[in-house]
């Protein structure tokens, strides 16, 4: 049984009977598939994301740029691409390493980069933060080797020059935002001085704080600082609270002394014009003025007092009350009767010379 298959006729072609054309045909398929195995080797082709663009180098030169997409290449080493990510914000940070993004996130502080000396000779430490994008892909690709760390030590000797510049106060309250926007236009000068092809955006002070031993004493100073500042606003508040009201009570006081003065005068003009018709008058009947100004007088002073007329004849009665009804008259003063005594005996001497 177990050589049943040795009883079974094969007939193997010999070498000499197989047509040529098929063998120049297999001949020509195994070639095409060995040179597109060796064209896919090299990757003939490329993908440039939404965020990138794509430059090419033929033979170590600058080729041409191209947009996201897919695009075909020639073998490497032939043509070469970068894709340098245009779109990102890139992050460079200066006195201390971000450890991990988090949450929560980690920090490792590094005091060798954030300490530096203030202008009146004290010492801060700094974290900086500096943000950049990519204008340029030649100019950032080709100009300068390592635009990253370039640009981190640009910041570090920019910022301690900066800083240098003001006193220990203005980088740890006041002037921070001055210092953030010289900081930021210096950078921006240095990179385009090299060349290397980014925009800065931003450069924000993370923290400025005295060292570690001294640190609580500059929390007081900083909190008395801003007490100094509340009572200033307080005392601005108040000065504009009272000073528009000082001015309207001074306004108030020159308008009732305008309006006293004009009705003053009419008065006076009144007076007078009063006065020199009553001269007229006068000059022309004085007897009959003089008797009329009398009268008027008397009306003024009397008005709404008890009146009495006394009698020149003795024999009449004395007075005659003209008093209007319902007023009380007025009984005549009885003149007091000399009060009877003993008369009183003084020495001649005090009562002076006899004559």
Same mark, same amino acid.
Do not use: C
């Given at each position: 049984?177990s /050589?049943?298959? =040795?009883?079974?006729?094969?007939?193997? *072609?010999?070498r000499g /009977?197989?047509p040529?054309?098929q063998?120049k $045909?297999?001949a020509?398929?195994?070639f095409v598939?060995?040179?597109?195995?060796?064209? %896919?080797?090299?990757?003939?082709?490329?993908?440039?994301?939404p965020?990138?663009?794509?430059v090419?180098m033929?033979?170590?030169?600058?080729?041409r740029m191209?947009e996201? &997409?897919?695009h075909?290449?020639?073998?490497?080493p032939?043509?070469?691409v @970068?894709?340098?990510?245009?779109?990102q914000?890139?992050?460079?940070?200066?006195?201390?390493?971000t450890l991990s993004?988090?949450?929560?996130?980690?920090f490792?502080?590094?005091p060798?980069? $954030?300490?530096?000396?203030? $202008?009146? =000779?004290?010492?801060v430490?700094s974290?900086?933060?500096?943000q950049y994008?990519?204008?340029?892909?030649?100019? @950032?690709l080709?100009?300068? @080797?390592?635009v990253?760390t370039?640009?981190?030590?640009v910041?570090?000797?920019?910022e301690?020059?900066?800083? $240098?510049?003001y006193?220990?106060d203005a980088a740890?309250?006041?002037g921070?935002? =001055?210092?953030q926007?010289?900081?930021?236009?210096? #950078?921006?000068?240095?990179?385009?001085?090299? +060349?290397?092809g980014v925009?800065?955006?931003l450069v924000? %002070?993370q923290?400025?704080?005295a060292?570690k031993?001294?640190e609580?004493a500059f929390?007081?100073v900083?909190s008395a600082r801003?007490?100094?500042?509340r009572f200033?606003? +307080?005392?601005? &508040?108040y000065?504009n &609270?009272?000073i *528009?009201?000082?001015?309207?009570?001074a306004?108030?006081?020159?308008?009732e002394s305008?309006a @006293?003065?004009?009705?003053r005068?009419a008065e006076a003009q009144? =007076?007078v014009?009063?006065f020199s018709?009553v001269?007229?008058?006068y000059q022309?009947?004085?007897?009959v003025?003089?008797?009329r %100004?009398?009268?008027?007088?008397?009306?003024?002073?009397?008005? &709404?007092?008890p009146?009495? #007329?006394l009698?020149?004849?003795?024999?009449? %009665?004395?007075?005659?009350?003209?008093?209007?009804?319902?007023?009380?008259?007025i009984?005549?003063?009885?003149?007091q009767k000399p009060?009877?005594g003993?008369?009183?005996?003084?020495?001649t001497e005090?009562?002076?010379?006899?004559r």
């Amino acid at each position: 049984m177990s /050589d049943w298959f =040795e009883d079974i006729p094969i007939e193997l *072609p010999k070498r000499g /009977d197989l047509p040529m054309k098929q063998i120049k $045909g297999a001949a020509w398929i195994v070639f095409v598939l060995f040179l597109l195995l060796v064209v %896919l080797s090299f990757k003939p082709w490329f993908t440039v994301n939404p965020d990138e663009v794509g430059v090419v180098m033929r033979l170590g030169k600058y080729h041409r740029m191209v947009e996201p &997409g897919f695009h075909w290449r020639l073998p490497r080493p032939i043509e070469i691409v @970068y894709t340098p990510k245009v779109e990102q914000v890139k992050r460079i940070e200066v006195g201390f390493k971000t450890l991990s993004p988090g949450p929560p996130a980690r920090f490792q502080h590094l005091p060798e980069e $954030g300490e530096m000396l203030t $202008g009146d =000779e004290n010492i801060v430490v700094s974290e900086l933060i500096v943000q950049y994008r990519i204008s340029d892909p030649i100019k @950032y690709l080709f100009n300068v @080797y390592d635009v990253h760390t370039a640009l981190k030590a640009v910041t570090e000797s920019v910022e301690r020059q900066i800083i $240098g510049d003001y006193a220990i106060d203005a980088a740890l309250t006041w002037g921070r935002d =001055e210092i953030q926007e010289k900081i930021l236009a210096e #950078i921006q000068k240095i990179s385009d001085y090299y +060349e290397m092809g980014v925009t800065i955006r931003l450069v924000q %002070l993370q923290d400025v704080h005295a060292p570690k031993p001294v640190e609580p004493a500059f929390l007081r100073v900083t909190s008395a600082r801003e007490d100094q500042s509340r009572f200033v606003n +307080e005392a601005i &508040g108040y000065k504009n &609270g009272e000073i *528009p009201k000082a001015e309207g009570q001074a306004q108030k006081i020159l308008q009732e002394s305008e309006a @006293y003065r004009a009705r003053r005068i009419a008065e006076a003009q009144g =007076e007078v014009e009063r006065f020199s018709a009553v001269l007229k008058e006068y000059q022309s009947a004085p007897v009959v003025t003089r008797t009329r %100004l009398y009268l008027e007088t008397l009306e003024k002073v009397l008005v &709404g007092k008890p009146k009495v #007329i006394l009698g020149t004849d003795q024999n009449l %009665l004395k007075f005659l009350n003209v008093s209007p009804l319902g007023m009380e008259a007025i009984s005549p003063v009885e003149p007091q009767k000399p009060t009877v005594g003993r008369p009183s005996i003084m020495p001649t001497e005090s009562r002076g010379e006899v004559r």
